[in-house]
């Protein structure tokens, strides 16, 4: 795509700072050097402005993130960041080889479909005491897959030698799984290429320490 004088307007980013799924999209901002605005959507004050009318006409799925870019809203992470990496120069998020690229869409997908939305906090406050258990369940059982996926797929990353859209899913997934007392140190693969990831700048500028919106208490 051209880019043409409405992609040089920053976009905005409504999200939330510990939202695994706005995590992705500022990992991408960040790795392509990208400026945005934010705005906070947080999840659990005032029964969650998520679900207020004014956000739910940025994302009808009451959900964030959503983010105001080149003249459109769009929402849900992984179209979100396939869209920032097909209009953006930098580094490519998705391989040009169909395998890799393949392999990249398919680790995303397990970890933003299989396992991530089973301990969101919408799901988490309808399942109630025992949300503990049921979080560390459905991340256990998708870690345990993934380990055996990035066995075969890794490198130094997620596929391979180079950064992509799943590296971008696999921090704060790994995040989210210490948050819930899962032991990472079981999935060996999952740890060594989550630490490493996490020595890199944009993942630590993105980091859910640092929004704008975190807590004086959680900030880094």
């Known amino acids: 795509m051209r880019l043409t004088l409405v992609c040089r307007v920053k976009p905005v980013l409504h999200g939330y700072f510990r939202s695994s799924c706005s995590w992705r999209v500022r990992i991408a901002f960040a790795l392509k050097g990208i400026e945005y605005n934010h705005v906070a959507v947080n999840l659990i004050k005032d029964g969650g402005q998520q679900f207020t009318e004014q956000h739910k006409t940025l994302n009808p799925m009451q959900q964030v993130p959503a983010v105001e870019i080149d003249g459109t809203t769009l929402f849900q992470s ?6 920032i990496d097909e209009t ?6 998705l391989p040009v080889d169909p395998k890799a690229r393949a392999q990249v869409r398919m680790i995303s997908d397990l970890v933003a479909s299989g396992i991530q939305p089973l301990q969101n906090v919408y799901v988490l406050q309808k399942i109630g005491a025992e949300k503990l258990p049921w979080a560390q369940h459905f991340i256990n059982r998708g870690f345990q897959a993934l380990e055996t996926i990035l066995k075969e797929t890794s490198g130094k990353y997620c596929v391979g030698d180079e950064i992509s859209m799943a590296d971008l899913c696999l921090v ?6 210490q948050r819930y007392n899962v032991d ?10 989550n630490e490493t990831l996490l020595e890199i ?10 929004q704008p919106d975190t807590p004086a208490d959680l900030s880094a």
């Open 172 to 177: 704060p997934q790994v995040y989210n799984a």
């Open 184 to 193: 990472v140190s079981q999935y060996p693969t999952i740890k060594r290429i």
């Open 201 to 210: 700048e944009a993942f630590k500028l993105s980091h859910p320490s640092r």
């Open 78 to 83: 992984l179209a979100v960041i396939q869209y």
């Open 88 to 93: 953006r120069p930098g580094p490519r998020l």
